[in-house]
Every structure is written in C-alpha cells, then in structure tokens.
C-alpha cells in the first residue's frame, strides 16, 4: 500500500472528470446529452483498452462472469450520464457537483432497500444531513419564477437530481458486480453499453458539431477513460476509506473552473448547502471504515488459532 500515490491519483481522477464535465458544459448549447453521452462512452474506450494492454490484462480483465448484471448497470448508469449532461446546459458547474454529491447518500438508502445491507441511527441521520444540504442547494432553483429562465433553472435541478439518483442505482449494481467482477471488466462494459444506448438518442436531434466542439467532446472521453484509471489505481495503492473523502476536492475544483472559465459566481446558499452534503459524506464515509474495521476483528476472533 502506497497511501500518498493513492491520494495523488484519486486528486488526479477528480480533476480530471470536473474538467470533462467542464468541456461537456462548454457544448451543452448546442449538443444534445445524448451526442455528449456517445463522445463521452466511445472514446473512453481505446483509452481503457491501451491501459488493459499495458498492465498485460486484456484477456483476464474483460472476462464477463455475469453479462446481464453489466447490462443492467450500463442502463442505469448511462441514464446518470445522460441526466447530469444534460442538467450542465442549464446550472453552474458548482451546483451540478454539489447535487451530484446527493448520490453516495441515496446509495446508502437504496443498498438497504436492495441489497439488504443494514443501516443503524448513525448513517441514516448523515443522510438527514447531507439531503438537507441538497434541499439548501436546490432550493432557489425550484422557486420557479415565470420567466424562461427560472423554468430552465428549476428542469437543470431536477435533470441533476435524477442523474444523482440514477447514479446511486448504478453503485448499487456495482457493488454485486464486484463480487464477480473484474474492476476493468465493469469500467469497459459500462463505457461499451453507454456507446450503443446513447445511439438510441440519434432520431432525437443530433448535430453536427463545429471543429472545436468535436475536439471538446473527443477530448472529453479520452479523459473520461483516463479519469476511470487513475481512479481504478487509486484505489490499487491505498483503502477505500482514505481516499474516498477526496472526491469532495471536486468542489474546489468546480468552484474555480466555473469562476474562471464559465463567469459563475457561487451563492452562500450554494457554499452552505454543499458544506452540509461533504460533511454528511464524509461521516458515513468514517462510519464505514469503523464497520469495517469491526467486521476485521470479528472474523480474527473466529479465525481458529494455533
């Protein structure tokens, strides 16, 4: 275990998708999420390919054990991409990561619901917590005022809300896969199902892109592939439970980019909301590495000895 590389490379992946996000952001005027969805997905996939060659992986690393459960995780997850692509052309980047951020709460909802995993006082009330940041965050956009704006501002926070909610679906499907799964496996099959899903968008109004939002949907899924690695080995080189409270780094990411790049000036409403999400997060984040920890010394103790 090398904590600090870890570290290095979940900062490295996090970067990495806000910037993807932030090129998407860039072509959501004029290109449909379902396009983005397909640029995103398809060029992901050499990216993954080249990694899996490289690390002499490729005939291990994409051995389906269980091809329906990726089907269903590719469904789910592309529905995720598309609605969080979609809500980018309506909210400043910031709020569309701090919304994001109500997805790893639903997961701990939805792994109960589904999984039968048991959740005591302490992560339901973090969840408490951090939904109650969401609403803090979503809040003045469904205040919806008469005008064009205010309509699109309150359909940007739902499309993200629904994105959130179908991601968490998709950690739920992720969490079975792994018990069968390879990491690669499940990272190339997604982008694999999205490419051929999001080509059922194609009668809804694609367009052609300018040469410069081509090169800004291209070079998002070649980052979109480069982001799932430097994830993938993040969690390679240190425990989940040290690395996992970095993806919060994404708001400061967020908060520069859409200031610098995009003109977006944060609301204290936003901040004060967002605070609460990364705080609810990152207690059920701690609380898991405790369970975990416990779980460790039990089956110790009922390791036979001598």
Same mark, same amino acid.
């Given at each position: 275990?090398?904590?600090?590389?870890?570290?290095?490379?979940?900062?490295?992946?996090?970067?990495?998708?806000?910037?993807?996000?932030?090129?998407?952001?860039?072509?959501?005027?004029?290109?449909?999420?379902?396009?983005?969805?397909?640029?995103?997905?398809?060029?992901?996939?050499?990216?993954?390919?080249?990694?899996?060659?490289?690390?002499?992986?490729?005939?291990?690393?994409?051995?389906?054990?269980?091809?329906?459960?990726?089907?269903?995780?590719?469904?789910?997850? =592309?529905?995720?991409?598309?609605?969080?692509?979609?809500? @980018?052309?309506?909210?400043?980047?910031?709020? &569309?990561?701090?919304?994001?951020?109500?997805?790893?709460?639903?997961? &701990?909802?939805?792994?109960?619901?589904?999984?039968?995993?048991?959740?005591?006082?302490?992560?339901?009330?973090?969840?408490?917590?951090?939904?109650?940041?969401?609403?803090?965050?979503?809040?003045?956009?469904?205040?919806?005022?008469?005008?064009?704006?205010?309509?699109?501002?309150?359909?940007?926070?739902? @499309?993200?809300?629904?994105?959130?909610?179908?991601?968490?679906?998709?950690?739920?499907?992720?969490?079975?896969?792994?018990?069968?799964?390879?990491?690669?496996?499940?990272?190339?099959?997604?982008?694999?199902?999205?490419?051929?899903?999001?080509?059922?968008?194609?009668?809804?109004?694609? &367009?052609?892109?300018?040469?410069?939002?081509?090169?800004?949907?291209?070079?998002?899924?070649?980052?979109?592939?480069?982001?799932?690695?430097?994830? =993938?080995?993040?969690?390679?080189?240190?425990?989940?439970?040290? &690395?996992?409270?970095?993806?919060?780094?994404?708001?400061?990411?967020?908060?520069?980019?859409?200031?610098?790049?995009?003109?977006?000036?944060?609301?204290?409403?936003?901040?004060?909301?967002?605070?609460?999400?990364?705080?609810?997060?990152?207690?059920?984040?701690?609380?898991?590495?405790?369970?975990?920890?416990?779980?460790?010394?039990?089956?110790?103790?009922?390791?036979?000895?001598?």
């Amino acid at each position: 275990m090398r904590p600090l590389r870890g570290i290095a490379f979940k900062l490295g992946s996090v970067l990495v998708f806000i910037v993807m996000a932030s090129m998407i952001k860039a072509t959501a005027a004029h290109v449909p999420a379902g396009q983005a969805v397909f640029f995103r997905s398809l060029f992901a996939i050499p990216v993954i390919v080249v990694w899996l060659v490289w690390r002499r992986e490729l005939a291990t690393g994409l051995k389906a054990n269980a091809p329906m459960g990726h089907v269903w995780r590719g469904v789910v997850g =592309t529905m995720a991409m598309g609605l969080g692509f979609a809500g @980018l052309g309506y909210l400043p980047l910031p709020e &569309v990561t701090a919304i994001g951020y109500a997805a790893p709460l639903l997961t &701990v909802i939805f792994a109960a619901m589904f999984l039968g995993e048991e959740v005591r006082i302490f992560r339901i009330s973090a969840v408490a917590l951090g939904m109650t940041g969401v609403l803090i965050v979503l809040a003045p956009r469904l205040s919806i005022t008469p005008d064009a704006a205010g309509v699109a501002e309150a359909l940007g926070a739902m @499309l993200v809300l629904g994105g959130a909610v179908f991601a968490a679906l998709a950690q739920v499907f992720v969490r079975k896969l792994v018990n069968t799964e390879r990491t690669a496996a499940i990272v190339f099959y997604f982008s694999l199902t999205a490419t051929v899903l999001s080509l059922i968008t194609l009668p809804f109004g694609w &367009v052609w892109p300018t040469p410069g939002e081509a090169a800004l949907l291209v070079t998002s899924g070649l980052l979109g592939g480069l982001g799932q690695i430097l994830l =993938t080995s993040s969690y390679r080189e240190a425990d989940a439970s040290l &690395v996992a409270p970095f993806d919060y780094a994404s708001m400061l990411f967020a908060l520069g980019i859409g200031y610098f790049v995009f003109a977006e000036v944060p609301t204290w409403t936003m901040l004060g909301g967002a605070a609460l999400i990364v705080v609810a997060g990152i207690l059920i984040i701690w609380r898991e590495r405790q369970l975990g920890l416990e779980r460790a010394r039990q089956r110790k103790a009922m390791t036979p000895q001598g």
